[in-house]
């Protein structure tokens, strides 16, 4: 790959073909593209895609800048807009000013940790549930397991509701939608042009409305202090005040399918590789099997519990640092700003990869190795800021973050404490890079009774 040579105006990268730019080069090895651009280029790095100039920011201090310091001049962009507006509408993962604050306003409640910590018991009953049907010996497609418990847990600990059987429908519409995330026409096409992906995006939105607004329906009747739904449905539609507002329908639907979506997708994704991780590093899962025998003695693991785990949490925070569920952020000035020297101009897509940092060997030492001991205090206090962040920083870091890593060090720890897993012989991991690290083909696992 040839380079396109630093100027005054802007850093050296990767040059790409006509056209279509290095869009097709990061389809084909998303990782290696981001990382290799990295090395060879160094903390900023330019590139020309479809879209226009992109700038690869791998240095955290460039990173808090956009994502901490000077937030206001930054919109996801019409890029991260494309990907997602087909599916999850206009919510908080992809809104934007006044309808952004709003609506995260009215949702920030279901997230206190005062509810959080309520939500502790349902998450280990349902994670008791679902490892009733496991049986000693047999082979689990653990990632479809875990999609399964995290969409029961978010559905019932933010709406109130069940949706186990509609379990199937939400995991194909989820499946749909990731796979033409990696379709190039999609990628490059403009919006109005139909699409064999984009077809299957708008049945797959079609089969995941029917059941949002079945959720929806049942708030309606029967509206509760707590749910989410019922928040979104409060209002008067006269007051000043827009979080007393009422909502439109299709911007609660927008609402509901975000957090069903990325509620229990990221959580399932960090468990399952974390699995993988622990297959590979018996020495490590031995440890955590210790510390669980400890502290619980055969118990179920309760809130209580948490900080006396320990070793658990160091677990979850290394496998999400080795594989970060969402591997990359994407951002667009509004105005110019200027990082490490370089003007980057309005409408530019500032591209910030978690995977890139997380394993880059001046934070992180043997970078590429699972060691959960790592995570020391003295280790964090000399982290830069940003050297780590699986779930973003800033204004728009995400609302669930506490939910989700409640919700990883809980489920760890009750099906730990009741199997051991190991990966099927041959079995490979192979991630998209697209909004999230989803593995291409099932992780199959034979599970045994400890």
Wanted: charged letters at 30%.
């Amino acid at each position: 790959m040839a380079d396109v040579p630093a100027n005054e105006d802007r850093p050296s990268g990767p040059d790409g073909l006509p056209v279509l730019g290095n869009q097709l080069a990061f389809l084909r090895d998303p990782y290696g593209f981001m990382t290799e651009t990295a090395r060879e280029y160094g903390d900023i790095a330019h590139w020309e895609d479809p879209t226009g100039p992109v700038y690869q920011l791998n240095h955290p201090d460039y990173i808090e800048q956009v994502l901490v310091q000077n937030n206001e001049n930054y919109v996801k962009g019409d890029r991260f807009q494309h990907i997602l507006r087909p599916i999850t509408g206009n919510g908080i993962l992809n809104s934007e000013g006044a309808v952004w604050r709003r609506n995260r306003h009215l949702i920030q409640p279901a997230f206190r940790p005062d509810r959080i910590q309520e939500y502790a018991s349902m998450m280990t009953d349902f994670t008791g549930e679902a490892l009733e049907d496991w049986t000693d010996g047999e082979t689990r497609l653990v990632h479809e397991d875990m999609m399964e418990v995290t969409l029961r847990i978010v559905a019932r600990a933010l709406f109130g509701a069940d949706v186990d059987d509609h379990v199937d429908t939400v995991g194909a519409a989820l499946e749909e939608f990731m796979a033409a995330t990696e379709n190039l026409p999609h990628l490059i096409l403009p919006a109005g042009i139909p699409t064999p992906a984009r077809r299957r995006i708008e049945r797959a939105r079609e089969d995941l409305d029917e059941v949002v607004y079945g959720l929806i329906e049942q708030r309606k009747r029967n509206p509760t202090d707590q749910d989410v739904i019922s928040k979104l449905l409060e209002g008067d539609g006269n007051s000043d005040d827009p979080a007393k507002t009422a909502m439109a329908p299709d911007q609660i639907r927008d609402e509901v399918v975000t957090l069903l979506l990325a509620g229990h997708e990221t959580t399932a994704l960090a468990l399952t590789l974390t699995f993988y991780l622990l297959s590979k590093n018996p020495q490590a899962e031995q440890r955590l099997v210790d510390e669980l025998e400890e502290v619980l003695d055969g118990e179920t693991p309760t809130m209580e519990d948490l900080s006396k785990l320990t070793y658990t949490e160091k677990v979850v925070k290394e496998s999400m640092r080795l594989y970060p569920p969402v591997p990359g952020i994407v951002r667009e000035p509004v105005k110019p700003d200027i990082i490490g020297g370089y003007e980057i101009p309005p409408g530019a897509t500032v591209r910030m990869h978690q995977w890139v940092v997380h394993r880059d060997p001046r934070w992180y030492d043997d970078p590429l190795a699972f060691r959960p001991a790592r995570w020391t205090d003295e280790m964090e206090s000399e982290l830069p800021k940003l050297a780590y962040f699986p779930f973003a920083a800033g204004p728009r870091r995400c609302i669930g973050d506490r939910f989700a890593m409640l919700e990883a060090r809980l489920l760890l720890a009750t099906i730990y404490q009741n199997y051991h897993l190991e990966l099927v012989p041959g079995t490979g991991l192979d991630l998209r890079a697209t909004i999230t690290a989803r593995p291409k083909e099932e992780i199959p696992m034979t599970v045994y009774e400890r």
